[in-house]
């Protein structure tokens, strides 16, 4: 009758759910609408950041090609600078020469503007550009005179204006000292800011991009889009003072165009450029409120529907508080009725918990068992795989301590044991001896069967063999008592877990079970361990002899360097040797055979040299080689002969059996040219060419002149054709050398004379 009352009273009605429910939407509303304006402010800053991290991405991109474009100008530089110590500048085929080989670069370097070779005085020697005004000179320039005062080293200019064409560029210039380190000029590049400007025009976006490249006097050289006219070309103070600080960083600022940037900067390299790129601002808000109107008609939308389905709720809920005091009374009974029932139930529930205790239990133990395999099935090191199985033991068998007595053998073959310890410290085993092969212990270092004793200390087998009697005095107590062999596939026995407990009675023969599961994956992982062991000393075996043989390689390759070095050196010296003899010889011919003796000696002597300068020891670069002799023969009849040698040859290598008797043919022939080809002071040109033909799959060696040509025939009938020309003694070493190389030699008239040797392909390589 009481609990009939008090049900019915007011303070055990529910509350009227509709009002709060309003209170909660409306401030749901207005948490929806607080979190649209910080959700857009957010993705402001994002778009801000967005392109502040686009823009470190486009100044590193930038400051890496700049560093590659400032180093290929310094290894120009330092090639134009061995070119103006080598270069004879009172020979007016020299300075050609220089000049030809500017312009070829500049032809092949989209960003070179120009390139100078320029003397002591600022006169320009050589220049890549035609026709260069004579009377320019690059004294005055702060770069050639940072240069004259002191080596600096690889100097990069300011904004200058080219003297010869008024366009904008910058300066990069290295000086060119004399042995003594006096001051000989500078050698310098020049670089179009222009082409600079078109290659930054490429790279575009949904927003353009800006970028600056700031030289070393912290002035703007190249920026695009490009500066108003009459803008200061020096960088904003606070960008410098952060340059100067960092090498790379972000910041926002307004440019000299007057607008608002967020910048990136990137130092290049070592060098004192840096790359500065950026968006601007307006754009980068413009795209980001295309994008916040979008959300913010959804957002309204939302809120609309929000404030709708919050007024549909308030009335579901006024009905619903109505309902809920009907159900009220039906749900009082149906506590009572329920609470009748729990007690049944909890009857019940206890009987099965113990059920579920003991599965439990046995999953545990089933998932312990199956982390067990997938370990021990991964582990290589064998002192963890041990000592995880000895653990696993312990858990699985309710152990108060067990150990793993395993054997090992080490490198010499001799064997040993090891044991693992769980669930007791090492120290408790430390003062005591290996388990010994007693009665109790044999049947499991045998590998025989599974020991397991409820009581040790009652077994038949405990305490027969001295001196102990059984346990030793301070041993762990032990009453439960389980050993399980490990044995591997092939056999061998590889140790033995052992577990214990103070109480009798522990283990069950599912525990024993259990653990031979446990002693057959333990084996597998021993062997997989061994195996992975024995692997590794046999990789570390192979390593060191890879670097044994490396090193034999090494001795290998210094040895023949030194070998073709001291050939060269020997020839050169029998050339000396030789050309002492001419001094004192008065006959004419026969000096003029030494002579020849002489540089079939140079032409072989080069070879050599080819050799032990390359990487390769067993092959000759033949362009390289014939265009090394052309140059030195050139130079030896410079005065005597007014011919000129060219070499069209394609890269083509062979080994040294064919590379010494192909030297000294060509070198035979081209002295046959410079003697007899050009009689009385007259002028012409020696062509050699090397090519392989596509026809008769040879390689063709071409020697020839526009010379007076042979008065007979090359079969030699007259001993001498053409007054000595290809006679003697160098015609027939020239067709033995051919015979050698197993080639064919035709000799061609008019006009001039050309000498066509064609080869097997297969004594070249390319």
Do not use: C, N
């Given at each position: 009758m009481n609990q009939e009352r008090l049900s019915t009273s007011p303070l055990d009605r529910p509350r009227a759910v509709a009002p709060y429910l309003l209170r909660i939407c409306l401030a749901f509303i207005l948490l929806m609408a607080a979190l649209f304006g910080a959700g857009a402010w957010w993705s402001r800053n994002e778009a801000i950041e967005d392109r502040a991290v686009a823009a470190a991405d486009l100044a590193r991109a930038g400051a890496h090609q700049m560093g590659r474009v400032i180093d290929m100008a310094d290894i120009m530089l330092i090639q134009l600078r061995d070119t103006a110590v080598s270069t004879d500048w009172r020979d007016p085929d020299a300075v050609a020469t220089a000049q030809a080989r500017l312009e070829r670069i500049v032809d092949r370097l989209p960003y070179v503007f120009r390139l100078f070779i320029i003397d002591a005085g600022g006169r320009v020697r050589a220049s890549s550009m035609k026709d260069f005004p004579s009377d320019v000179t690059a004294a005055d320039r702060d770069y050639f005179i940072t240069q004259r005062d002191a080596d600096a080293g690889l100097v990069i200019s300011t904004r200058l204006r080219s003297k010869a064409t008024g366009e904008p560029i910058f300066v990069l210039s290295r000086r060119v000292s004399a042995e003594d380190d006096s001051f000989l000029g500078i050698v310098s590049i020049s670089f179009e800011i222009s082409a600079f400007g078109s290659f930054y025009e490429t790279i575009g976006g949904d927003i353009e991009p800006a970028f600056q490249l700031i030289g070393p006097d912290m002035t703007i050289l190249v920026s695009q889009p490009p500066l108003p006219l009459g803008a200061e070309a020096a960088v904003r103070a606070e960008l410098r003072s952060r340059m100067l600080e960092a090498g790379s960083g972000s910041l926002t600022y307004t440019s000299k165009d007057g607008v608002e940037r967020v910048w990136s900067y990137r130092k290049v390299g070592e060098h004192p450029l840096y790359v500065s790129a950026g968006f601007a601002t307006d754009a980068i808000l413009a795209a980001w409120s295309s994008e916040a109107l979008l959300f913010f008609i959804l957002g309204i939308a939302a809120l609309t529907g929000l404030s709708l389905l919050s007024f549909v709720a308030v009335q579901r809920a006024r009905g619903e508080d109505s309902a809920r005091l009907q159900l009220m009374d039906a749900n009082k009974q149906l506590e009572r009725r329920v609470r009748q029932r729990t007690a049944a139930l909890e009857e019940t529930n206890n009987r099965l918990q113990s059920a579920v205790d003991s599965l439990e239990a046995q999953t545990e133990r089933l998932n312990i068992l199956n982390r067990s395999a997938t370990s021990?099935?991964?582990?290589?090191?064998?002192?963890?795989?041990?000592?995880?199985?000895?653990d696993a033991g312990v858990t699985l068998t309710g152990a108060a301590f067990g150990a793993f007595f395993y054997n090992l053998r080490d490198e010499r073959g001799e064997s040993y044991t090891l044991y693992t310890l769980s669930g007791a410290p090492r120290e408790a085993f430390a003062k005591f001896p290996m388990p010994r092969n007693t009665a109790v212990f044999g049947p499991t270092f045998r590998g025989d069967a599974v020991v397991r004793s409820g009581d040790i200390t009652k077994d038949p087998r405990y305490g027969k063999k001295a001196?102990?009697?059984?346990?030793?005095?301070?041993?762990?107590?032990?009453?439960?008592?389980?050993?399980?062999?490990?044995?591997?596939?092939?056999?061998?026995?590889?140790?033995?877990?052992?577990?214990?407990?103070?109480?009798?009675?522990?283990?069950?023969?599912?525990?024993?079970?259990?653990?031979?599961?446990i002693a057959a994956q333990a084996a597998i992982g021993i062997d997989n361990a061994r195996l992975y062991q024995a692997a590794q000393r046999e990789i570390t075996d192979r390593t060191q002899t890879e670097q044994r043989l490396a090193a034999l390689l090494g001795e290998k390759t210094e040895m023949l360097k030194e070998i073709h070095h001291r050939v060269r050196n020997n020839l050169q010296v029998i050339a000396s040797l030789l050309n002492l003899?001419?001094?004192?010889?008065?006959?004419?011919?026969?000096r003029a055979q030494l002579a020849t003796v002489g540089q079939r000696i140079d032409a072989i002597a080069r070879v050599h040299e080819q050799l032990y300068t390359s990487d390769s020891f067993s092959r000759i670069d033949l362009r390289a080689h014939l265009e090394q002799m052309a140059a030195g023969l050139r130079e030896l009849y410079k005065g005597a002969v007014s011919a000129t040698i060219t070499v069209d040859a394609e890269p083509l290598r062979c080994d040294l059996e064919t590379a010494i008797p192909l030297g000294l043919i060509v070198n035979e022939l081209i002295i046959n040219s410079l003697k007899h080809a050009f009689p009385e002071g007259q002028t012409g040109t020696i062509r050699v060419g090397l090519q392989r033909s596509e026809a008769d799959e040879d390689v063709h060696?071409?020697?020839?002149?526009?010379?007076?040509?042979?008065?007979?025939?090359?079969?030699?009938e007259s001993g001498s054709p053409d007054g000595g020309r290809g006679g003697g003694l160098g015609q027939t070493m020239i067709a033995a050398l051919v015979q050698q190389i197993d080639a064919e030699m035709e000799i061609m008239?008019?006009?001039?004379?050309?000498?066509?040797?064609?080869?097997?392909?297969?004594?070249?390589?390319a």
């Open positions: 021990l099935a991964a582990e290589l090191d064998l002192e963890r795989l041990v000592q995880a199985v000895t001196p102990y009697r059984g346990m030793p005095e301070g041993h762990l107590p032990v009453r439960s008592y389980l050993a399980v062999p490990v044995v591997s596939r092939s056999g061998e026995v590889l140790g033995g877990l052992f577990f214990g407990h103070s109480k009798p009675d522990m283990f069950t023969e599912a525990t024993e079970h259990l653990m031979t599961g003899e001419i001094g004192r010889i008065a006959d004419r011919d026969a060696l071409t020697v020839g002149d526009d010379g007076v040509g042979m008065s007979q025939t090359a079969t030699g008239e008019g006009p001039g004379t050309k000498v066509l040797i064609r080869m097997p392909q297969g004594r070249f390589k």
